[in-house]
């Protein structure tokens, strides 16, 4: 399977241990952003995954690049150039303290590129899938325009679309996210949401909230992320799969999270690997479930973990016991 996807690639950068933000003297620093962390999960399982955006030609920009491909993420159509990479700060949550994200990322050089940088007839070539998610047209006009033409000619090639919806309140202008949304969901095949994203941007709430996302979108499958808080690092989460006209249920997990950021990419990530190999429904949901909750006991933004583990743990296995 040949995964393309777009975004913004960016250097996180998180206090040690769980200081806060104002207590810093130093940070832990990698890199990361949802659709470099789905290439960089695909490509980890022995997808072909390919990551589309632009970053500085200097060092920073380099870093970025380098954290992909030890992935083995397809960089060659990473563009260079401009004068920053984006940076977001992460401070983790504790006990009832909530995790925390500040982001730097105005004038980045994705943010600035062009949509005329971007070859799609030549990136898209032998594709097999496209993924975007809904933080990058939330990053600007230009954004906005370069996810719109690469939706329109990943849909007239015939190409797999998948969007997970992701809305940062923090990113959007009021009342915008809605209006771009639907817009670009009308080039969708799969969407990935949750019953809040769904309600505020969408007006789509109640038990037939799935079933009514897949048909006002056209899509062959839809699926809501499910997230209980305890506190910052004790959650319950699952996941809710329509597709062919019923629902599909994942496994529960209770866990105590070493990373809250990246589960959504994690499970973004195993459902594109699981629909593209044709899993039947509930072994597609079973399996993305089952990687994002992995994700979340692996530090920084990236799925480090393997197929074998998660069909290990999607069958009920894999209890915390040492592996000899």
Known sequence: MKV????????RLTPHGYNRLV?????????????ANVAAALANWGEYAAFVSKVPAHEIGQGAVNAL????????????????????YAERGADRRASNVIYDRAGS??????????????????????????????LGKNA??????????????GITVSCDVNYRSKLWEEGRAGNVMEKLLGYADVCIVNENQAKELFGI???????????????????????????????????????????YTSRKYEMEMVDRIGGGDAFAAGLIYALGHRY?????????????????SVPGD???????????????????????
């Open 302 to 324: 990236f799925c480090l973990c393997s197929v074998e583990e998660i069909e290990s743990l999607a069958a009920g296995g894999a209890c915390g016991r040492v592996s000899r």
């Open 23 to 35: 207590q810093a003297d130093d940070f832990e620093a990698v890199y990361g952003g949802a659709e």
């Open 4 to 11: 393309v996807t777009l975004g913004e690639i960016m250097l």
């Open 280 to 296: 039947a429904p509930q072994k597609a949901v079973d399996f993305a479930e089952a990687a994002s909750c992995i994700k979340h």
């Open 205 to 247: 709430e109640g038990e037939d909230a799935l079933p009514r996302m897949a048909e006002r979108f056209s899509l062959r499958a839809a699926a809501f992320t499910y997230r209980r808080t305890e506190d910052a690092l004790h959650n319950r989460i699952w996941s809710v799969l329509y597709a062919g006209g019923a629902e």
């Open 69 to 88: 491909r030890r992935c083995g993420v397809e960089t060659r159509f990473l563009l260079r150039g401009g004068e920053r990479l984006g940076i977001y």
């Open 109 to 138: 050089a994705f943010a600035l590129s062009a949509p005329e940088e971007y070859d799609w007839p030549h990136i898209f070539d032998g594709a097999d899938w496209f993924h975007f998610t809904g933080i990058t047209p939330a």
């Open 144 to 157: 906005e325009k370069i996810a719109e033409a690469a939706c329109r000619e990943a849909a007239r090639r």
